[in-house]
């Protein structure tokens, strides 16, 4: 499906935007009941969970999830946005068609029916999904090996850096440190999956802790 925008600027604001995932979200046919679980946006994508059931109690049956103790199915959804000139639109995908985006909270992953076939796009969808929230959040002076060297603008390569900040008016941004050279660079949060701590600031402040962390290592 492509995009969809609404020309009349009815959407411009989040609480419309998430009014408008969950109407989405909730319909009904003849035989079944779709309703809005919880949903989340990141970014500027809204990842949502949708209960089905059915409307004479019968468990649900399909071919792609494992109908739940009480009869329902619960799937994931993926609702990618933007603004173009004012008008609010929105692309949707169901996580079993693959979509791309795959940031969903794992709170919300949690609400979600098993999967019957662990090969199933839905299933790479949601390890995805378990890989990005497993990214760390680096700590002020934390030291990290990189799980593959990182090319950078000028061409030269990085790959052991520090976790450091600057500072841009009143706010501070994170950036990295290079080891080798002491320059100051941004790094994307994909670029730190699969990093490895090698040594914590928190370590290096306490004798004890560091005994702690060098035991773990």
Known sequence: MGWLFYTDCRVKSYADEKAEIARLCTFESD??????????????????????????GTP??????????????????????????????YKDMEESAGPVESRAPLSLLALLSDLKDPDSYAHAWRQRCRDWAAIPD????????LAAPVTLTD?????????????????????????ETGVLVRLSRASLAGSELLSSAKGAASPVLAEFLARRN
């Open 60 to 89: 649900v049956e399909g071919t792609t999830y494992i109908t739940d103790p009480d009869g329902s199915i619960t799937f994931g959804a993926v609702f990618l946005t933007r603004y173009d000139d004012g008008c609010w639109g």
């Open 138 to 145: 680096y700590e002020e002076g934390d030291k990290i090996r």
């Open 31 to 56: 035989r079944r009941k779709t309703e809005l679980v919880k949903a989340c946006k990141v970014g500027s994508t809204w990842y949502a969970a949708a209960r089905v059931t059915s409307l004479d």
């Open 155 to 179: 061409g030269s390569t990085c790959q052991i850096v520090t976790a450091t900040h600057y500072r841009r008016g009143r706010q501070k941004r994170r950036c990295y440190r290079i080891e």
